[in-house]
């Protein structure tokens, strides 16, 4: 068990890393990696299953303790990433299959790498385990409700099937994960340590499969979709942490909602887009799950330096002349 909770540590903190390995080993190798296309839900039902294993009264204390910031980044994670969305779809004249992918991860819910990025960028972490287990709660309703404001447009949207697919994808398998830790605490608590190697698995198997599946499509719309993703993530980080600053948050707080908001459940908007539009809709959420691995390490990890050296500074001046 000690060796398992290692490797699984190891895999947690190399995320980005075997993410962009996997997904280039799907651009150059796409027939080992094309079958797992079918069992994209289910690579997502146990992430989520995981979750819910996870999930405990201390991740709701935010809530309790400070309901509007909480809100506050949940309604910030359902308005900025959608209208961003939808800007960069019409502001860049997005082909309609793109537009949709774009706009689909935009109307998920906050991704649970979000949390570990708040915590190493020294972040008010109890907030953004909140807004993103809120945010993933709500899923279900928001989410397909604000495809179909949006996304109808360009493409026929059903919003029951959505729905449908979010149940079974999201809600259900967390629920699960909940029962079974409910009755088998203590076996819970022994495996739990391997659930970042289950998570960096499954989401290493949904952008890869999503990759192979689309090589031809990459070579011509992989740069016009990148750049997409870079501004909407990026843009998706300032309005997050202005917004947080304008409502008078504190800084960690601020650091919280920003990271919140620009990363996504990347996962969910691919196995959404795989089942209910087109493979090229869902280019935009595996190469999204590739990126805000990378820019959000380096975001918190600026941040987690200008803490170090504020605090090396405050402690320097504190030394007698």
């Given at each position: 068990?000690?060796?398992?909770?290692?490797?699984?540590?190891?895999?947690?903190?190399?995320?980005?890393?075997?993410?962009?390995?996997?997904?280039?080993?799907?651009?150059?190798?796409?027939?080992?990696?094309?079958?797992?296309?079918?069992?994209?839900?289910?690579?997502?039902?146990?992430?989520?299953?995981?979750?819910?294993?996870?999930?405990?009264?201390?991740?709701?204390?935010?809530?309790?303790?400070?309901?509007?910031?909480?809100?506050?980044?949940?309604?910030?994670?359902?308005?900025?990433?959608?209208?961003?969305?939808?800007?960069?779809?019409?502001?860049?004249?997005?082909?309609?299959?793109?537009?949709?992918?774009?706009?689909?991860?935009?109307?998920?819910?906050?991704?649970?790498?979000?949390?570990?990025?708040?915590?190493?960028?020294?972040?008010?972490?109890?907030?953004?385990?909140?807004?993103?287990?809120?945010?993933?709660?709500?899923?279900?309703?928001?989410?397909?409700?604000?495809?179909?404001?949006?996304?109808?447009?360009?493409?026929?949207?059903?919003?029951?099937?959505?729905?449908?697919?979010?149940?079974?994808?999201?809600?259900?398998?967390?629920?699960?994960?909940?029962?079974?830790?409910?009755?088998?605490?203590?076996?819970?608590?022994?495996?739990?340590?391997?659930?970042?190697?289950?998570?960096?698995?499954?989401?290493?198997?949904?952008?890869?499969?999503?990759?192979?599946?689309?090589?031809?499509?990459?070579?011509?719309?992989?740069?016009?979709?990148?750049?997409?993703?870079?501004?909407?993530?990026?843009?998706?980080?300032?309005?997050?942490?202005?917004?947080?600053?304008?409502?008078?948050?504190?800084?960690?707080?601020?650091?919280?909602?920003?990271?919140?908001?620009?990363?996504?459940?990347?996962?969910?908007?691919?196995?959404?887009?795989?089942?209910?539009?087109?493979?090229?809709?869902?280019?935009p959420s595996a190469i999204f799950s590739v990126w805000h691995n990378l820019s959000g390490s380096v975001l918190a990890s600026y941040w987690s330096k200008k803490v170090k050296a504020s605090a090396a500074e405050s402690d320097n001046s504190k030394l007698p002349a």
């Amino acid at each position: 068990m000690e060796s398992i909770k290692k490797i699984s540590q190891f895999a947690g903190q190399t995320f980005g890393i075997w993410v962009i390995v996997f997904a280039v080993l799907g651009f150059a190798f796409p027939p080992l990696f094309m079958w797992i296309s079918s069992y994209i839900t289910v690579f997502l039902g146990i992430i989520m299953f995981g979750m819910g294993l996870t999930l405990q009264a201390d991740d709701f204390k935010e809530l309790i303790r400070k309901p509007l910031n909480v809100l506050i980044g949940v309604i910030a994670q359902y308005t900025i990433m959608p209208l961003v969305a939808v800007g960069l779809a019409y502001g860049l004249r997005l082909p309609a299959e793109i537009a949709v992918g774009v706009i689909l991860v935009g109307c998920c819910p906050g991704g649970t790498s979000s949390n570990v990025m708040t915590f190493l960028a020294k972040g008010n972490t109890a907030l953004s385990v909140a807004v993103t287990t809120i945010s993933t709660l709500l899923a279900p309703f928001m989410t397909p409700l604000l495809i179909m404001l949006f996304a109808k447009e360009w493409l026929p949207v059903s919003p029951s099937s959505l729905f449908i697919s979010i149940l079974q994808a999201v809600l259900f398998p967390i629920i699960a994960g909940l029962i079974v830790k409910m009755f088998f605490k203590k076996q819970v608590t022994q495996a739990v340590h391997a659930l970042p190697l289950v998570s960096v698995i499954g989401i290493v198997a949904i952008v890869s499969a999503v990759v192979s599946a689309n090589r031809d499509n990459l070579l011509q719309s992989g740069l016009l979709i990148f750049s997409v993703v870079i501004l909407h993530n990026g843009i998706g980080y300032l309005l997050g942490f202005l917004a947080a600053k304008v409502l008078k948050m504190d800084y960690p707080s601020q650091k919280a909602i920003a990271i919140e908001v620009g990363m996504q459940n990347s996962g969910l908007g691919a196995a959404l887009a795989t089942a209910h539009f087109s493979p090229l809709s869902a280019i935009p959420s595996a190469i999204f799950s590739v990126w805000h691995n990378l820019s959000g390490s380096v975001l918190a990890s600026y941040w987690s330096k200008k803490v170090k050296a504020s605090a090396a500074e405050s402690d320097n001046s504190k030394l007698p002349a």
